[in-house]
């Protein structure tokens, strides 16, 4: 069973920024993507950012795409969600997903809070 292990997440003020990590229980590249995904209180969880087995990486839209960046580590089987200039629209529990063809894995989430 693949776990999913996020961390890194926190209290911060607008403007700052927060790495959140994503640790594997095995060999990432054996993915064919993971991601991270967000739920903000009362909604729905959504799409945040991906990156493929190749590198190729996703973001939910432009302006995720310009303040947050996924990369991936794959001597320590983990992923990062680099967030900068965060907004108090960005709190939310956020969760890392590895997809293996059909089926997809979840991490328990890590609570992200901006607030000043």
């Known amino acids: 069973q693949v776990q999913l292990v996020e961390s890194g997440g926190g209290l911060v003020q607008p403007g700052e920024s927060l790495k959140l990590s994503c640790a594997a229980s095995?060999?990432?590249?054996?993915?064919?993507?993971m991601s991270w995904h967000r739920r903000a209180p009362g909604k729905e969880r959504d799409f945040v950012a991906s990156?493929?087995?190749?590198?190729?990486?996703?973001y939910a839209d432009s302006s995720t795409e310009g303040r947050f960046t996924i990369f991936r580590d794959g001597t320590k089987n983990t992923i990062y969600l680099q967030m900068n200039n965060l907004k108090p629209e960005d709190t939310a529990v956020y969760y890392c997903?590895?997809?293996?063809?059909?089926?997809?894995?979840w991490g328990q989430g890590t609570q992200v809070t901006v607030s000043s």
């Open positions: 095995e060999n990432i590249f054996n993915f064919n993507a």
């Open positions: 997903n590895a997809n293996i063809f059909s089926r997809h894995y």
């Open positions: 990156i493929n087995v190749g590198g190729r990486t996703r």
